[in-house]
Structures are given as structure tokens and as C-alpha cells.
């Protein structure tokens, strides 16, 4: 029983992505900047959007955390890379939605997977960390997104 | 391991079973299980004996009142204090050290140097920094060798004439070394510096008699040792206090008030405003009544041996031990290697393993390690061999599940 919940939270491609991060690294000549923070583990992340005419062209990464919160970094820039601004805050809202109420999941495409971790109410925080950070990048504050805020 | 102590007999939740498996506590360092016999002193005060202190004159509250006295005793006989006055109630050892920083402080002036160790909680950092803004200050650190020690010929050299108070842990609450106190106090005192002792690690695992350290002040947490939160104690050098302004004012810690001016109660009571933590001081009594019922030789040497057990054990897995491997608490901090702290602690949570993972309030020591979180199992007395292996399982479990 046990062992099936963490099998539901820790799924292949989650473990995947946290051992191979998709866009790792910082970006150069990015316009949008978004920092999320986690003061309680330490979970770090700092993303870079490079945006042109409203189109997300290029994102990058970079910090350090757990497979929840690394894997769904990485899934992030896959997921908005090449979307409107508005589009990605769609999806992010979306996402916010589903993780952390019982909104649908339907537009969700793989970001699905996160669903196991709802089961470990201590990790879901996890897995929004990313999303966080990225609404501060598309709404270009200054302020550092926090898992505490 | 020849011996067992099995005290988890002493201890309710020790008994209860946690996600189907014995429930395996390992996170002793962050706050102890309490005994039966203070669950029950806790629960017959508020359920039949319940009453303010030292200003009722009904029963209640002088039965109250003595109790509150009596803990007191018991408290200043158990760090062998010289006097009554020298044991101040507080809310835990973050309170008592804010004391020292609010109170002792407004005796310092700008340039005046603190010394404090790269081995600190945030509890014995921040207190001090903000002294430092306020009274223009100086907060030096004291570096400590690779192996979690801390380098003596540095901190020698950060003492001067300057250094007006030197605080440091008794045990690194991260990392378990146990600093050598005596040596550390002599050398400051050799400087004119007063010496705050952060001994919230350190009463649950050895025999303190502060004046044998000759520390001025002594610092520890009840709920660190078998006691109740939200209670605590600052030990501090009589005639030291009696130099020092109040910290906190209002109730209680008055001789008389107009409009115009107050005058003072004498210590204890100068530093301890308001109604007290009445039942948690009575509950705190009886964790010291309990921790003086065992024999701190025989548990040193049982807590080394688990440590030892644990060192051993780790050590044969793919994970890197931060630290100290000797003259340390048996507490063990860890990565493994490849895995986040944090998801290697949600496994073993679902094993029944209580451990605690991140940066164990000490950010500056995960600095100094490059990592900015590790796993850490802190042992007491009442852990056994089979809790041992029970994590030893659980991080092969991990291995299972994160590779």
C-alpha cells in the first residue's frame, strides 16, 4: 500500500527527468527572470525565458532540489517552451489548479503524472515551486517566489 | 552490543506503530519523547491541582506556586548552579539567548566583539547579528576543520581584548560535535570575555555542572529533554544578572509601579514577565526527576555504541557522512549519495522512520560542506540496535525506489 503511493509519486518519467533535466543551465540574452525558493529544504531554482512578440522561444534553468521539484522543472520548460505568455499562464494556473485543489487535468498533457504526489500533502509544494517561480518571470516582478509565502 | 537499556518502556508514543511498522524515532535532536511519568504530572496538575502562582491565597495557587519552586530546585541541582536566582524560566534556549542579546547587549558598546563558531543553530547566530546592527558590534566566527571540529588555534586567534562575549553550542545540533567547553571558557575567560553556552543538544546526552565550565550563561530547551515545549531555562551568573537591565517587562517581574517609574523584583523574577508556563515548568520538574533516575556514564557509553553501530552501518552504503566520526553526540548527519535529502526522507517516513532532512537551521555549516541539505539521525538512550537496522532498511529501500 505504502510502496504503491510511492510508486504513484516517484513514476519513471519523473525519476527520468530528475536524473537527465531537460534545458538545464542558464540562459544568455534571456528578457524574463524568475527565482523560486523553498526555505524550509532548501529546494533552489532560477529560471531564464528568452520571449519574443509574446512567444516563449527559449528557457533555461538552473538550482538544485528534490526529484519532485527538479523533475517538474524540467517538465516546465518543455511544457512552455514555444507558448504565448498567455498560454503558459494559462497552463500554469491550470496545473496550480489540479495539484493543489481538485481542479481537471484533462489540458494537462503529461504534467499528470504529478498526481501521486498529492497523495504526500509535505511534497506537493514540490512540485509547485517551478510554476511559482515562473508566474514572477512572466509577470516580471523582482520578487523571489517562495514556498513559504 | 552487550547491553540494552530498553527505556522504551518509559516512553507511550515509543510503543505506537507508525504506517504498520514499529515506529523507529530518530529525530531526538529536534525534540525528545516525553515519559509517563511527565504526561501524568502534566495531566493531574491540570485536571485537578490547576491554579496561578505566586499571587493566589488559595490553596490552588500556593500548591502552584511551590511546585514552580520545587522544578526551580531541581533544576539548579541538576547544572549544580550555585543558587535559585541563577535559573530563569524561558521559553526555550531561542528565548534565552535573545535574553543575553536584549539584556547583556545594552551593556556592550560599538567596536565591542562577539565570538560565536561556523558550528551554530540560527539561534545562536541571528540574536547576535541583530545585537550587532543595533549596538554597532562585531560578530566574528570561528572557522572548524574538515572533519567538524573546531579549530582551536583559530578561535584563539579571534580572541582579544575586544571580545566581550563568546557563545557557542556544547553539541552541534547538526553534526553532533561536541565542542571542548571547559577549554574554550578558560581561553575566553583568559581575554575578559563572558561565555553564553547553547546547551540545547547537550543535556539529554551528558552531566552539565556549569560551574565546574565556569560559563556565565547556560542555555537549554525542556522539550529537548523529556520535558514539555514551550519551556526552557537560562542559567546565568548571579551577580552577571544582577548587572543586566530586564528584558521583557510588565507582570511579575516588578517590586513596585506608578506612572513615573517601576522598580524591579529580584532575580529570579527581574526576567521572568508575565504569568509563567506553570504546567510545562512542573512537566520540565519531572523530565529532570527522570533524567536524574539514570546514570549519564552508562548512557554515554550506550549512545557511543549506537553511534558507532549507525557509523558502521552507513558507512558499508553508497552515502557520505558530514562531520565528525568521534568526540561527537550520537547524532549522524548524511547524504546519499546521487538523492535529494528530502525524497530520501518521505521513503523512510513511509517505513515508520522519523528522521529529519534539510538544513537543520544551520545554512552557513551546509555552506561550509557544500550541501545545501543532508539527512540526519539523531539518537537518544532509548533507541536500540533494532532502530539501527530499521533505517539501514530504509535506505536500501531508497536505493529500490530512486536508484
Known sequence: MDNDRLRAMYQEMILEHNKSPRNFGPLEGHTHYGHGKNPLCGDDYEFYLEVKNDVIERVGFTGDGCAISKSSASMLTTMVKGKSIEDARKLSETFLEFILNEGPKESLGKLKIFEGVKQFPVRVKCATLSWRALEQALLKTKHIASTEA | MTTMLNKKVDFPVLNTTMRGNDLVYLDNAATTQKPKSVLETMNHFLTKENGTVNRGVYFLSQEATKKCDDSRKSIQLFLNAASEKEIIFVKGTTEAINLVAYSYGELLKAGDEILITELEHHANIVPWQQLCLRRGCILKVAPITDDGHL?????????????????????????????????????????????????????????????????????????????PTGIGVLYGKEALLEKMPPFMTGGDMIETVSFQSSSFAELPRKFEAGTPAIVEIIGLGEAIKYMNSLDFTEIQEYEQKLLNLAQEKLGELDVRLIGPTHTKAAIVSFVVNGVHAHDVGTILDMEGIAVRVGHHCTQPLMKRYKVSSTIRASFCFYNNMDDVDALVRGLKKVREFLG
Open chain 2, 151 to 227: 579549530d582551536l588555534n583559530e578561535f584563539k586567534k579571534l580572541l582579544s581584548s575586544k571580545t566581550k562575549l563568546v557563545s557557542f553550542c556544547h553539541i552541534s545540533n547538526s553534526i553532533g560535535t561536541i565542542n571542548p567547553a571547559k577549554e574554550m571558557i578558560k581561553l575566553a575567560k583568559e581575554v575578559g570575555a563572558k561565555v553564553m553556552i547553547d546547551g540545547a543538544q547537550a543535556v539529554s546526552h551528558l552531566k552539565v555542572d556549569v560551574q565546574d565550565l565556569d560559563c556565565d550563561f547556560y542555555a537549554f530547551s525542556g522539550h529537548k529533554c523529556f520535558g
